[in-house]
């Protein structure tokens, strides 16, 4: 059992809204690693049928596919706030439309520096079909400055009521944290040298054909938790030595060249100090008790 300052931590209201679908290219295709033309559908918006726990692979003429609904600042000021401060396992009140009064719950973060960047929530079946684009929702924003007293990495992304579902122990410093997989540095593709840990993802490339079957990635999920080996997402994002980054998978796989499933970090160790523990039901569906 570990021990967190989960009582010291602020708790406040972050706004944002339903965004709308956006294309990777307003007009044309984009092309696959091996010059195909593709639509790239899957960003932003409200997905009927795809959630947290649904397979990567597998949905036609899909790019970057966010599960669920897809949040978006209610202005440019308020983009930040709402990628930063909203964490995995916080609730989300909608405030206003058809489904006003309706509470889903925040499951991942997507976006870097000149792509868009959305929080993602799971709402139940009944409840999505109340939703709108452009409704507003409020966030109880809690996770910012968790720490697990006796570990000395960094812990990012998450609210202390999901850190705790995930039945963490520790022990002489390391702290044992259940994931699907392991992912080597050279696996890692677009988003390097990227911002903060708090604000956006890394992506683990899903192309060519080859480097999936050789990673055994054909059954990555969306919501799993998996550990980057050499790769440190703290203060920027990129390669060394020893380090060990565990994240959440928080989209879909793509086609085109460096790209695939987004990757936020949710616990960090430049020294090495996270032992990764395989379980392949490691996965946020299963530690927010999500159901369609």
């Known amino acids: 059992m570990i021990k967190t300052n989960k009582d010291k931590l602020v708790v406040q209201e972050v706004l944002g809204k339903i ?26 918006g409200i997905k009927y049928n795809v959630k947290v726990g649904d397979p990567i692979f597998g949905w036609p003429e899909a790019e970057y596919l966010e599960p669920g609904v897809a949040l978006e600042g209610i202005d440019d000021r308020a983009k930040g706030a709402l990628l930063n401060l909203s964490c995995v396992g916080n609730e989300v009140k909608v405030i206003s439309g058809e489904g006003k009064g309706l509470k889903g719950v925040v499951t991942g ?5 000149g792509a868009p960047a959305h929080v993602l929530a799971h709402f ?28 000395e990495g960094k812990v990012f992304n998450v609210s202390p009521s999901f850190l ?3 039945d963490l122990e520790l022990e002489d410093g390391e702290l044992i944290v259940p994931v699907v997989k392991e992912i080597p540095a050279y696996a890692m593709g677009s988003g390097v040298g990227g911002g903060a840990a708090m604000s956006g993802h890394w992506c683990i490339q899903t192309c060519p054909p080859e480097l999936v079957k050789e990673l055994g990635l054909e059954d990555l999920r969306i919501g799993d938790l998996v550990a980057c080996r050499d790769i440190l997402m703290l203060y920027g994002k990129g390669y060394y030595k020893g380090a060990i980054t565990v994240g959440i998978i928080a989209f879909g796989a ?38 369609r």
């Open 124 to 151: 139940s079946d009944e409840d999505l079909e109340k939703l709108a684009i452009g409704d507003k929702v409020r966030i109880k924003a809690e996770g910012v400055g968790l720490e697990i007293k006796g570990f």
């Open 19 to 44: 965004s709308h679908p956006v294309m990777i290219q307003s007009r044309g295709y984009v092309i696959t690693w091996d010059g195909k033309p593709k639509i790239g559908l899957g960003i932003g």
């Open 164 to 166: 705790e579902s995930l």
């Open 254 to 291: 793509s086609d085109r060249g460096g790209h695939g499933a987004g990757v936020f970090a949710i616990a960090v160790s430049k020294e090495g100090k996270i032992r990764p523990r395989i379980d392949p039901e490691a996965n946020v569906a299963k530690y927010l008790g999500l159901k």
């Open 109 to 113: 973060k997507a976006g870097y520096a």
